[in-house]
């Protein structure tokens, strides 16, 4: 067939004859022979072989999965996306082979969706290269996110980031707001550790808010006072507070005669980062090792994160069975000016034949008790002195009492915000009583007692009360005070599949207990 005089293989010999009158070096030819061989078609394996003469890209970079990407793209769209590609500033893409994927992926979303992907200016490079010069940390950048720093230079690259309270969260910045406007205006507070900023592959914009850690705390809180509300641009103000990055997990479906020594030598088998084990024993059932449940404790958030994914796969078997995981809620713990303060002991494990009479008797040793109050198999202890306080709690933390061992810490205070939602759930539950024929709640001070059921929705509509006890929040409180202590011994239920994200095989009661735990009357959904 001809068209216009000239045949297809005559088009065939003259895209030949215009590649070579490029002068491609007998490498990039080879590398583009590989393309070909690997079953790219050969426009796309064209576009990649003019980027590898640019200099932007090697053939080495491109790994398997970006290469099988490549093989399933039509002919136009492969050309289109690698232009934009090529377009991108990739001189802080440590992983381009992955950069690339990110986009195709962008770029196949966008087409099904009937839009173009947006392409935003990006940071100015001239202020980015300068701050980079005279800081000496580096930018890495990916399609979902922009991460400055990490370690700071002179540190090892394997130094552990700084712990909580180092950690701030900005939101509300506009989406055209880089790391060469923010880094100078969170650098003004405090040495930086890293920032990152996430990124939206949609549209090539920011995702509106971003991560800053600082080396020193003092930092950390320094931005939240001078910057929570800050305009970064007219009418625009960001929002900065201090994250909490959650490191805690909670497991269910756990041997109830496992010990905590057996709990950590089976999740350190199958996780990595685990530091520690928590568990609680139950007051009615003191031949019970556990309540069914526990939480592990990892050395930072990543290494949560990733524990859950592998858990909840469950294709990972703990005891020979799959386990019930989800993320416990986040401490927000007092600052250390508060807790300087705090004159009152928490007891956990205290078995049933110890009294109050036998707490304030034991603890008297060390100081002027002026009040004990046991609830179920916890307690508080109040001294008049708070050097009594903290020596007692030396003192008498792995101390056995009764036939067990218990454990003492300084209860902690409420900050602000869990006093705000103690108030109103304080309210809701007033509520639901008096909406059930109840004339009050029960329970000592700002301490709830075990909850009622909550009613449930059947099939038919009815409302029912059925199911196990609900448990409480994910903190005691007893006068204005707080120690974590997550649920009451409670079987869990086979429900619908699914859970959270769709990923099937969950329990329903893990892939709802964050929301169970937050609202009275939201423990189902």
Not at 17 to 44: F, R, V, W
Not at 110 to 132: F, R, V
Not at 140 to 157: A, F, H, I
Not at 308 to 321: F, H, T
Request: aromatic share 10%.
């Amino acid at each position: 067939m001809a068209e216009n005089g000239i045949t297809l293989a005559s088009e065939d010999g003259l895209l030949a004859d215009k590649m070579e009158s490029k002068e491609h070096t007998p490498e990039n030819l080879e590398n583009h022979q590989k393309l070909l061989d690997y079953g790219i078609n050969a426009k796309i394996a064209d576009e990649v072989l003019n980027i590898y003469e640019s200099g932007k890209l090697k053939h080495c970079d491109l790994d398997e999965r970006a290469l099988d990407a490549l093989k399933e793209f039509n002919p136009d769209d492969g050309v289109s996306v690698l232009k934009q590609f090529s377009d991108v500033c990739l001189k802080h893409v440590a992983n381009k082979s992955a950069f690339l994927c990110g986009m195709m992926k962008t770029y196949r979303q966008n087409k099904k969706q009937g839009s173009s992907a947006a392409t935003a200016k990006g940071p100015d490079e001239q202020k980015l290269k300068d701050i980079l010069a005279r800081t000496g940390y580096s930018l890495d950048v990916t399609t979902g996110q922009r991460k400055y720093g990490g370690p700071p230079p002179g540190s090892e690259e394997s130094s552990t980031p700084p712990g909580s309270g180092h950690e701030i969260f900005v939101g509300k910045i506009p989406k055209d707001v880089f790391e060469d406007e923010l880094i100078p205006l969170f650098e003004e507070c405090g040495k930086i550790w890293d920032l990152r900023l996430m990124m939206d592959p949609m549209t090539g914009f920011n995702r509106g808010y971003c991560f800053v850690t600082y080396c020193e705390k003092a930092g950390a809180q320094e931005a939240v006072n001078k910057l929570d509300n800050h305009a970064i641009k007219e009418g625009k103000n960001i929002k900065v507070n201090i994250s909490v990055a959650n490191q805690r997990l909670f497991v269910g479906s756990i041997p109830k005669n496992k010990s905590r020594e057996e709990i950590l030598e089976e999740f350190t088998g199958k996780t990595e980062g685990l530091t520690d084990v928590i568990i609680y024993r139950s007051a009615d059932k003191e031949s019970q090792k556990n309540r069914g449940f526990a939480f592990l404790e990892f050395d930072s958030h990543k290494s949560a994160s990733i524990a859950r994914r592998r858990l909840a796969s469950g294709r990972v078997k703990v005891w020979g069975a799959p386990v019930v995981v989800d993320w416990a809620d986040p401490i927000e713990e007092p600052d250390d000016e508060t807790m300087a303060k705090v004159k009152v002991l928490y007891v956990r494990n205290i078995s049933r034949d110890v009294t109050e009479e036998l707490l304030k008797e034991k603890f008297g040793d060390f100081g002027k008790v002026e009040r004990v109050k046991k609830i179920k198999d916890y307690g508080f202890i109040h001294y008049e002195e708070r050097e009594d306080a903290v020596k007692a709690q030396q003192e008498m933390d792995g101390m056995e009492l009764g036939n067990l061992k218990i454990e003492v810490s300084m209860a902690k205070p409420p900050t602000e915000n869990r006093k705000k939602e103690h108030r109103k759930r304080d309210q809701e539950r007033r509520h639901m009583f008096m909406a059930m024929g109840r004339g009050g709640y029960y329970g000592y001070d700002d301490y709830w007692g075990p909850p009622m059921r909550p009613p449930m929705h059947p099939r038919g509509g009815m409302r029912r009360p059925a199911g196990p006890p609900m448990p409480p929040r994910g903190y005691e409180y007893y006068d204005d005070f707080y120690n974590y202590d997550d649920f009451y011994d409670y079987g869990y239920q086979q429900g619908p599949r699914g859970g959270r994200g769709g990923r099937g095989g969950q329990p329903f009661a893990a892939a709802n207990a964050r929301s169970r735990r937050r609202t009275p009357q939201g423990w189902w959904s």
